[in-house]
């Protein structure tokens, strides 16, 4: 799945959109991009729908693994063979918006309609005050707990700050288990690091756009994960162990915290029914900031499409609170529409309530060029301070190389 799929230079020397393929009238075509064996038959329901209910209007999806969207993606608009919409990683947009391949929405967005969202998962997709997307799938992390170990470890309720997370690693070290689960290996081993960064009011990026990582509260929490990998209240090894490794030795009831998102609910109570867990907010910093990562992808239109009104249709039939929760509840997402978040599979769902009560402190991937090589950057950063480098020097050096991205 995209939210976590990029790839660097999308269409790069793409100087012009080609002509687009002759359109059948009145034929939609969406690429689709395929979460689990669920997504085909959602959108086959879809076409069945819709074209119930608006004749003279055909839908035809095809529904692409996530492992070769982007690549199919470029190579379709470059022969003027794309669709006329398309699912895509919000983080591949800013690519589609300078090549000018991605039509804006907001000539179809009426008030009525943009009031549907919860802001949060709808501002990615904005840029320079045009909305280029609606967010089709949405995502946060939030800290799980395993409830056992709290119990034998004499720890009432899950911590509230990093302070008292450290005390409580200590509880669940001394009963033989590890306190906090820390991943140190591939994707999101930077967001990791934000977690605590954002709990001590610091930004990925400063006001003036520069690099957040020069900044005393950077250093504070690459201090405080390095304090708790010497203290031994993590898991061995942190940077051999990427995000499915600590999830799974949280499966397995060795680890006491960790920080991911609502899929690993899916993956308990499928796999280990019969753990005990809870899940709660990401800690707190001294000053009570807290910051969670928020993930979405977003289905746009071509600036080629022939049928743009009737792909406008679709696209409203699939946001509307029906569609939504169908798509939403199966693919195990969070909620995007603001009506469905209202519903009692989610008010009455311990785990979602968890990760949508912390969507007011979501942050997202910054839409800046580069990103992708200042992200890697910093998780460089953090590997070389969790196997014993000094935090203050590689920040500074990540800060530098960080900074030397940005002004490209």
Do not use: C, H
Request: aromatic share 10%; hydrophobic share 40%.
């Amino acid at each position: 799945m995209s939210l976590a799929k990029w790839t660097v230079g999308l269409l790069a020397g793409m100087s012009m959109l080609a002509l687009a393929a002759p359109a059948d009238a009145g034929e939609v075509r969406v690429t689709v991009a395929e979460y689990s064996a669920k997504t085909g038959p959602y959108f086959d329901e879809v076409k069945k729908e819709f074209e119930a209910a608006n004749p003279g209007i055909t839908v035809k999806f095809e529904v692409v693994p996530w492992d070769v969207l982007l690549q199919k993606l470029t190579t379709d608009i470059t022969a003027g063979t794309n669709a006329d919409l398309s699912i895509i990683g919000t983080r591949w947009l800013i690519d589609f918006v300078q090549q000018d391949v991605a039509e804006p929405l907001d000539s179809y967005i009426t008030p009525d309609f943009k009031g549907r969202f919860i802001d949060t998962f709808l501002s990615p997709s904005i840029m320079n005050g045009k909305t280029y997307g609606l967010p089709i799938a949405a995502s946060a992390r939030a800290m799980y707990y395993n409830k056992e170990l709290f119990e034998k470890a004499g720890i009432a309720k899950p911590p509230a700050t990093w302070t008292e997370l450290q005390e409580d690693a200590r509880k669940i070290k001394a009963q033989g288990a590890f306190g906090f689960g820390l991943q140190g290996k591939e994707i999101e081993t930077d967001v990791y690091y934000y977690y605590a960064m954002w709990s001590q009011g610091t930004e990925i990026l400063n006001k003036d756009g520069t690099s957040g990582l020069g900044t005393p509260g950077a250093l504070e929490a690459a201090k405080l994960y390095k304090s708790m990998i010497d203290e031994g209240l993590t898991q061995p090894g942190v940077t051999s162990n990427n995000r499915e490794d600590v999830q799974n030795l949280f499966k397995q009831g060795k680890v006491g915290m960790m920080i991911t998102a609502p899929f690993l609910s899916n993956q308990i109570k499928e796999e280990v029914p019969n753990l005990k867990y809870g899940v709660a907010a990401i800690p707190a910093g001294p000053t009570g900031a807290r910051g969670t990562y928020g993930v979405t992808d977003s289905i746009i239109m071509f600036k080629n499409s022939k049928n743009k009104d009737e792909a406008w249709k679709l696209l409203d039939f699939l946001f509307t609170k029906e569609q939504r929760a169908k798509f939403t509840q199966g693919e195990g997402f969070l909620p995007v529409n603001k009506e469905e978040a209202k519903m009692d599979y989610y008010v009455n769902n311990a785990d979602l309530a968890a990760f949508t009560a912390l969507l007011p402190d979501a942050r997202f991937a910054p839409v800046i060029p580069g990103w992708e090589e200042i992200a890697q950057i910093t998780s460089d950063a953090m590997q070389k301070i969790y196997l014993g480098g000094d935090p203050e020097a590689g920040l500074k050096d990540a800060a530098a190389k960080a900074n030397a991205v940005l002004k490209k």
